[in-house]
């Protein structure tokens, strides 16, 4: 007994020297990293381990990955705002997303590679060899413009539904992504209404004076854009957000269920008021209806197109709120003689007059931010696309535009006859509530370079991953 006491103090002893001497050496490191490189050094040092973990989990469980970069999506483009350090934190996506696909390759033997044999998904897979193509179109003006705008035009859209189709698998799964999202936009909606009645970071009013006055401060008022890249994007996610709050407000029973998803949809809905994005009504006045129909029930149709009648006969026809901006700015989208639509069309008149002997388009990243960072002072640059339509347009031709509306009007059929055909009551309000807000936000892209940035673009590949599969989720009787 002794003898293995002493065995046992010996080995404490030793590894005793061995952590002292870790400790010593990993203190050393942090001490000399914090004093080259001060309070960066010392987030590094905080995030190191942090970071590891999630590439650990990406690797291991994709699925994770997945979810991460959904969260990363809604921050990432307000991130420079808020924080001090000025990083290209859209790097993280793409990074979350490489991980997440190489998960996937190292647990190849789990997953079920027949999910991908679906038309939607070939289809994206071949919008995305159209754009890889177009590298080579002699208009486009600079290679590397095309390796930045890729991204947003198809590159994460096939990557998303990828992963979507294959670790997707549960009803447990839908449930928390929507769940996540709505968490996510009353936290974007809170964040909009600090910016609109408290006041501003000192990174977001130096945002605005780079630049992002021009269109987010308009006679004095201030367009709320959140922790989003710009308040076009944040109001859309909010129609979208207050669509789905709407819809459940409709379908669930209990009274305090419903009371909660009241208080959700006027705040995600104020959310969408304090941005001024106008468009974005669209997501709202389609959604509605359409999810009626979907569903198929009459009292809930008169409901919907009761709802979003309302809605447009006070914006239209009433002055009911006109002494609000919010509420007048949002009654501006209804007026066809409104000055800023009419701008918009004559640039549209002048993109049709220039693309007329152009049916390929004049190469992807010449339009919009990619436009003016490499070609400044170019007439694409100069002339803002204001709708993501124009943009595919311009950057990838009549060809690309009708392969684009191809896949979109394939998506909605596919996904309307797959939602038709569900059981489950429960699935079915999911699925046609992401039907209804993937139409609105179509719909609402014409005025709005909307669809391809986040989060809603991450939000939209997923559910069109999603709703247009959606039958697997009742014949896989292991959910």
């Not at 359409?290 to 709802?307: H, Q, S, T």
């Amino acid at each position: 007994m002794t003898e293995a006491i002493q065995q046992l103090r010996l080995s404490f002893d030793a590894r005793l020297w061995v952590y002292t001497v870790v400790g010593t050496v990993l203190a050393l490191i942090a001490g000399f990293v914090i004093a080259q490189f001060g309070i960066m050094g010392m987030a590094g040092l905080i995030l190191a381990p942090i970071a590891v973990a999630f590439i650990v989990a990406a690797l291991m469980q994709p699925r994770i990955g997945l979810f991460i970069y959904l969260q990363i999506c809604f921050i990432v483009n307000g991130l420079f705002r808020i924080l001090p350090i000025t990083l290209p934190y859209g790097m993280l996506a793409d990074a979350l997303l490489v991980l997440s696909l190489l998960g996937v390759m190292i647990n190849a033997r789990k997953m079920d590679w027949k999910q991908l044999k679906s038309p939607i998904f070939y289809l994206i897979l071949g919008w995305f060899v159209y754009t890889c193509l177009l590298i080579f179109n002699p208009l486009s003006p600079y290679t590397p413009a095309w390796i930045f705008a890729v991204r947003a035009i198809s590159l994460y859209w096939v990557q998303v539904t990828m992963l979507s189709l294959l670790l997707i698998k549960s009803r447990q799964d839908i449930e928390l992504l929507i769940r996540l999202w709505l968490l996510w936009s009353v936290l974007a909606a809170l964040w909009a209404f600090k910016q609109q009645y408290i006041g501003l970071t000192p990174g977001e009013v130096q945002w605005l004076n780079s630049g992002a006055a021009k269109t987010h401060m308009l006679f004095g008022h201030l367009r709320s854009f959140s922790f989003y890249s710009d308040a076009g994007q944040f109001g859309a996610e909010m129609a979208y957000a207050t669509l789905l709050a709407t819809i459940r407000l409709l379908e669930e029973k209990g009274f305090w269920t419903k009371l909660i998803y009241a208080v959700l949809a006027a705040t995600l809905f104020w959310g969408y008021a304090v941005s001024g994005t106008r468009g974005a009504l669209s997501v709202l006045l389609v959604g509605l209806p359409l999810y009626a129909v979907l569903r198929g029930n009459i009292w809930l149709l008169v409901a919907g197109v009761f709802l979003a009648g309302s809605l447009f006969g006070i914006l239209k026809y009433t002055s009911i709120g006109g002494g609000n901006y919010q509420i007048h700015r949002m009654r501006t989208a209804l007026d066809p003689e409104d000055e800023s639509f009419q701008v918009r069309l004559e640039n549209q008149r002048k993109l049709d007059e220039y693309m007329n002997d152009k049916p390929f388009g004049v190469g992807i990243g010449t339009s919009g931010d990619w436009g003016r960072r490499f070609a400044p002072g170019s007439f694409l640059a100069e002339t803002p696309p204001d709708s993501w339509l124009v943009k595919i347009w311009i950057e990838t031709g009549i060809v690309g535009l009708a392969y684009f509306i191809l896949i979109i009007l394939s998506a909605f059929v596919v996904g309307y006859r797959q939602i038709l055909q569900l059981k489950d009551r429960q699935m079915k309000i999911a699925m046609a509530s992401f039907l209804a807000g993937f139409l609105g936000i179509c719909v609402a892209s014409y005025g709005n370079p909307i669809f391809g940035q986040f989060p809603t673009n991450s939000i939209m590949y997923i559910s069109i991953a999603v709703f247009t599969t959606c039958v697997r989720f009742e014949r896989n009787t292991s959910i």
